[in-house]
Structures are given as C-alpha cells and as structure tokens.
C-alpha cells in the first residue's frame, strides 16, 4: 500500500519544515525499517516535506477495517519521524496530511506539476522530485509501486507543461523573489549581486537574474564548489577567504544553498560593514540566513514564509486543465497497479490450465509411443492454440476487474471455480478504500 506523510507550507509552519529538512538523512534511515515500510523516498524542498512509503498491507477487505489499517500505518510512520526529530507525535500529526492508494499518488503527481507549489506552476519542483526519486534508487530504497509511482509524476509533469500554459504562467519562488526585490534595485545593470548556492535554485536565480540585466553577480559556495558553478556561468567565484569582502559590496544577497546550519550570521555580517543598505533573500530550506542578521544596520531579510505569503494565484483555466491531467494519471496509475496485483491469480490460472494440457498430451504419449509423427505433432498444435484461445477471454476479463478494483473478486471467484489457492492477501492493497481526499493524520 503506497502512503504518503505530507507537510507543505500550508499546513506546516516553517520551523516544523526546516526542523525536518535538517534530520532528512535520519529520517531516510529510520524509515528503512523493512518492518515499517518495504521502500521508501523523501521529498525535502524549499516550503515541503513528504515521505512517500510502500507499507505492508494488512489483509484487511472490509470498509472499516481498511481504514484503520491505513491510519495505524500513518501512525508508525509518523512515530518514527516524531522519535528522529525529537518532537512529540501529536504535534507533528497536527501539521500533516495524510495520502494513501490513488490519492497518494494524485498527491505526488500534482506535486510535481507544481500544482500545490507557493507559486502555482513553478518549473523547479519537477527537478526536486526527480532527485528524490534518484536519491532513494542510490540507497535501494525503491520498490516496483514507488519506481513507477515518481516515473508516473516525471511524465505527467512534461505533459502539464507542453499540453497547458501554468508553468509559463506560474512565477517560481525565485521570479518571485526578485519581483519583491525589485522596489529596492532600480538598476540591476550595475546591482552587485552576491550569490550563496551552486545547486539548481542558484542556477533559476543566475538566469532570472541575467533576464533581469544583472551584471554583477558573484558566487560563494559553503561546500566549495563556487569555482566550477562559475565558469560553466562566466560569472566571479568568491573564496571563503573573500567572502567579508564580497558581503561589503553586494546591495543584493540570495542564499539558496542546501547548509545544516545558517551560512550566514549576524556576527559574520557585522565584519562586513557596508555603507548601502542591504537586501537579503533566503530560499533556502534549512535556512541559510540566521534571521537574527537584522539587527545589523540597513539590513532587510525576505525568507521564504514572506516571499511565500506573496505567491499569487494562478490562471484558473490553465491550473484546471493541469488538474484534469493529473487525475487522469494519477487513476491510469492505480488501474496499472491493480493489474499487476492480479498477476497471482493469472499466474496461478494458466499455470492451472496448462499443467492440465500438457498431463494429457503426456497420457496421450504413453498410450501411443509410436504415433510422433506429422499428425501427431499437429494434433498437439492444435490443442496448444486451443488452450491459448479459452484462455485469453477470462485472462483478459480478470484483467479488467482488477482495473475496475475487483481483483479480490476474480481471486475467489478463480478458487472456487477451479480449485487454486491463490492468497488473496496478495490483492489486498487494490481492494482497500480509498480515504477520502486530503483525509487528517490519526482521525483528525
């Protein structure tokens, strides 16, 4: 049973997030526990945090019982990360929202299409959720569901974009943050620009940036990697050696660097005086930025719960469509499942069929050891062709009622009428309910 464990900037606030996002190699590895989840990936961005895990099923069929089932799953789970981070389960239970089955996956799905993103449409989120998904193959902590669930949201993201106008409609976080900026920078041709990052935000700020006519633009890397980001870029390096000096000359500075720790203080800010005012903008998560920092003179911090609070809404008719595109994926994506669920009672059918074909052909052999001719060797074609014509139509029709969520069906339906022992508990993450959408953690 797929499940996901979602915390977002509209349920969560962004001390509980940045709390997360610090303890996400912890949290992966608590969450390895093949007594809690069989696989598991780890979504951390800039205003989210989601774990997404393929739970062993219960057996259960019933309504009620598949429902419990589900929440007494949400609640391990969600003990385990209370237990990582240090923090009580009630609190953290208070702040998320929890997915299971089909939703979990329109969940994922709409994540990565930026549809549940500060700003709508945002283009980043596709990349963030292809990196988790890379992540968790590098620490073998994919299954088949999870495999195919985060290739399922990569495909659907590039349908949303070339098939609807919401990412070029939407504003990323970092357009956002520059339009904000904009009322402190008159002329972003002789702005002195210092950026704190080398990853994919640092590379969307360049190019906003640059769009913007911003020629000074200087890079700093906590983790020394300023150097390579900036001659792939043309653009100034700065050691950690210059790093004052840089500070002193920016009006501008972004930080959007992946750090456990604020890359930058207020007692680093003070031995970098500046008689300009300054302007800083962190996007990162955790923060990059000690919010303390303004207390120094002429400082001004945006962060990502300001910048986030100013997202707009986007086109509604673009979003709709976008919306349209997700579900239907999202359900082609749970019908594949159920299909693959049903391949025991298929596997257990032909296996069925044709050990009972081939114990006749071998009768037949015996009582005619001589008869291996031509015709012999045609009449055993023609029983093969046959078998395969009788048992095409009820493959095909157990098939369909696994997609239409009848796979427990066609399973008693197969022992009854021909005597298998296929286990039923094999279907049983297909026939659970689904809990209605944007369902609370533990009954909430």
Not at 40 to 69: H, I, K, M, Q, W
Not at 249 to 275: F, G, M, N
Not at 340 to 355: C, E, G, I, K
Request: hydrophobic residues 40%.
């Amino acid at each position: 049973m797929l499940l996901c464990l979602s915390f977002d900037h509209r349920t969560a606030p962004f001390s509980l997030l940045e709390l997360l996002s610090r303890h996400e190699s912890d949290i992966a590895e608590s969450n390895s526990d093949a007594g809690l989840a069989r696989g598991a990936v780890l979504l951390s961005t800039c205003n989210r945090f989601e774990a997404y895990l393929d739970v062993p099923g219960t057996g259960a069929t019933a309504g009620a019982s598949a429902g419990s089932d589900i929440e007494s799953a949400a609640e391990a789970a969600m003990a385990r990360i209370a237990e990582t981070v240090n923090i009580a389960p009630e609190t953290l239970a208070d702040h998320a929202r929890v997915f299971s089955g089909q939703l979990a996956a329109e969940h994922l799905i709409g994540v990565a299409s930026g549809l549940h993103s500060a700003a709508k449409g945002e283009e980043e989120i596709a990349g963030q959720v292809r990196r988790a998904h890379s992540a968790a193959q590098r620490a073998g902590t994919l299954t088949h569901p999870l495999e195919q669930l985060f290739q399922a949201a990569t495909r659907t993201s590039r349908a949303v974009k070339n098939r609807t106008g919401l990412q070029s409609a939407g504003r990323s976080l970092v357009d956002l943050s520059l339009r904000m900026a904009e009322s402190r920078v008159t002329d972003w041709s002789t702005a002195r620009v210092l950026l704190i990052g080398t990853g994919t935000y640092a590379g969307a700020t360049v190019a906003a940036l640059r769009a913007r006519g911003a020629l000074g633009i200087e890079v700093f890397s906590p983790s020394g990697r300023a150097a390579s980001f900036c001659e792939r870029r043309d653009l100034t390096s700065v050691a950690t050696e210059g790093l004052a000096s840089a500070l002193s000359r920016a009006q501008l500075v972004i930080a959007c660097s992946r750090v456990e720790h604020p890359a930058l203080t207020l007692d680093e800010l003070r031995t970098a005086p500046a008689e300009h005012e300054r302007l800083l903008i962190d996007l990162g998560m955790p923060r990059n930025i000690d919010p303390g920092i303004t207390a120094a003179p002429g400082v001004t911090l945006l962060d990502l719960q300001t910048i986030t609070a100013h997202a707009s809404v986007s086109e509604l008719g673009a979003e709709a469509e976008a919306l349209q595109i997700v579900r239907e994926a999202a359900a082609e994506f749970a019908a594949a499942q159920a299909e693959r669920d049903a391949l025991p009672s298929l596997l257990s059918f032909r296996t069925h069929v044709l050990s009972i074909l081939e114990d006749e052909l071998c009768r037949v052999r015996r009582l005619h050891p001589e008869g291996r001719g031509a015709d012999a060797q045609l009449g055993e074609e023609s029983l093969r062709r046959l078998t395969g014509r009788l048992l095409h139509e009820p493959m095909t029709r157990i098939r369909s009622l696994a997609r239409a969520g009848k796979t427990g069906e066609a399973t008693e339906a197969l022992n009854a009428l021909f005597g298998l022992d296929v286990d039923s508990a094999e279907t049983r993450d297909a026939d659970a309910p689904e809990p209605r959408r944007d369902s609370p953690a533990q009954g909430r």
